[in-house]
């Protein structure tokens, strides 16, 4: 049965960073393409970050790019998102989501398996 489970959400002051963790198990990480959603009250859910299956490759969004980065790291089975210069409007719950797909997509049905969210509130 595969499992995605995130953690490391809190409530933080903006420009303050966090680190996000996705841990697999049931599937290799490395083997999916996987992505970071987040959906804000009242908003639909979108993709913010994502690594692709079997690459190097990685995607971020227009709105996280040079405060956010995505990685993976097999010997972990887990997938990372370091959100740096965080912004009250980063505040969202946090999804990650797999796709036996090799190609970042935005999706959602393309993703099989989702997590259950994690909270991320930046607020002073």
């Known amino acids: 049965q595969v499992q995605l489970v995130e953690s490391g959400g809190g409530l933080v002051q903006p420009g303050d960073s966090l680190r996000l963790s996705c841990s697999a198990s049931g599937i290799a990480v490395n083997t999916v393409t996987v992505a970071w959603f987040r959906q804000a009250p009242g908003k639909e859910r979108e993709i913010v970050a994502g690594t692709i299956r079997t690459s190097s490759r990685t995607y971020l969004a227009d709105s996280v790019k040079g405060r956010f980065t995505v990685s993976r790291n097999n010997a972990e089975n887990t997938v990372y998102l370091q959100m740096n210069s965080l912004k009250p409007e980063d505040t969202a719950v946090y999804y990650c989501?797999?796709?036996?797909?090799?190609?970042?997509?935005?999706?959602?049905?393309?993703?099989?398996?989702w997590g259950q969210g994690t909270q991320v509130t930046v607020s002073s």
């Open positions: 989501a797999a796709a036996y797909r090799g190609i970042i997509t935005t999706t959602e049905s393309d993703y099989r398996h």
